[in-house]
């Protein structure tokens, strides 16, 4: 598909489309829009930047106008549920901008962090569209505002976040009340067994699409490693924000405590930044992001939940202060930059605990990162070769190179959480690659660019995959579940 044209859209979709000036669909839209149009439920996998809103928003609007239906009063026709305020938020704008031209087009938002009184308004004639995080939507149904009988089409999106954030329950919940004769699109930016799972019990018949996780962001991306201790970590992202030719920087923090700290260190050592977490209200996070849009401010400090879903262009730079333990997020995160074809930067800090981590991800994207060794006393003698001598700070570089498994491996033991005994060694690890290549290779020349298919290759032993009708997914490894905390309040 190298036109939208050729999906037949409504017209009043092409022309939000023109104006837009979209011209081109991604490869995970030419995928889905024929499927969704056709009335198949659809399994997509495909990350936050792909275009997968457009995927299901367009063939969705094309429904609603071509099916003209009042809805029913505190009723929806299609119910979206997101993980985050924020995902949700931009979500509702997509519908909003894409079905600018689309009438009747009522598009309502269900989130916690706001008073309920308004969005029990915004329903009570009944929407085409309501766009929702689980717990405020089950709020809203159990004070008899809404009810989702009349849902003809259900959008679960960025399922394995929604997991992650202990929502597992709320979507059963949300399920069970929804008509059983219903189109149901499912997508998810990685296919753990458990996820699989949901969707099989979720999704009738479903056609499978999907777009290669953005390995290829790995490619586009200056990567980075500097090798640090815990304790220096605010003087070095003060020093790196200092030295480096920076427009805009995320930098992401495990926790959201983290985050506030972060910004109390910048400010000590006189650089203006923002965090943007779950604890801050709803205005404070617009007015922020807003901000960091505009340029006012040039750093942004963010968890990965808040960060999820943002969609600024021009992060020049993206900063991990701290790694993640989940690999994938680390190709969510530096997926921030080079966005557009833009070339972007990705530096993170590794501490000796996060070397684990690390190797995990360097096993993911199949390619060990360069680093500088800036930890005090240098190289641990046990992780470089004898006689690197200097004992005072030093900076060992290392430069990148494809990544190769290691013979020795560590018997595919689990190794994530637990630092000690772990050396930060780190481009040594085993050479399973996640196969994850399940995709048509259409590049369809949009904003993202998706890696060719690359040959699977042997995985270690600790993964399984996941079943989902015949195609096979690799299995993420067994996270702690986030606590109650994280999720979007009610
Ligand atoms: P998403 O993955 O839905 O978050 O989309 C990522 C970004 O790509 C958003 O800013 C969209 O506005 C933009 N986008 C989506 N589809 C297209 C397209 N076909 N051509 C150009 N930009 C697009």
Redesign the pocket.
Known sequence: MNSFDEFGLAEPISRALADEK?L???PI?AQTIPLVLSGRDVVGIAQ???????AFALPILHHLTTKRLRPERKSCRVLVLSPTRELSGQIGD?FRTYGKHTRPLAVALAIGGVPINRQIRSVAHGVEVLVATPGRLLDLVQQRALRLDQVEILVLDEADRMLDMGFIHDIRKVVAMLPKQRQTLFFSATMPQEIAQLAGQMLNDPAKVSVAPQATTAEKVDQRVILTDRASKPSLLAEVLKTETIDRVLVFTRTKHGADKVVRALEKAGLKSEAIHGNKSQNQRERVLADFRSGRIRTLIATDIAARGI?VDGISHVVNYDLPNIPESYVHRIGRTARAGAAGVAISFCDHEEAPFLRDIERLIRMSIPSTDKRIGGPRPQQRAAGDGDRNQRQDQRPGRPYRGNKQGRGGQSHRGHGAGHSAGHGTGHGGGHGNGHHNGANGG??TAIASTTPHQQRPAEQKPGELGGVTFLQRKQEPRRNNAQRAPR
């Open positions: 979209y081109t669909p991604t839209q936050t930047g792909t275009g997968k809103t457009a997509s969609d949009g904003r």
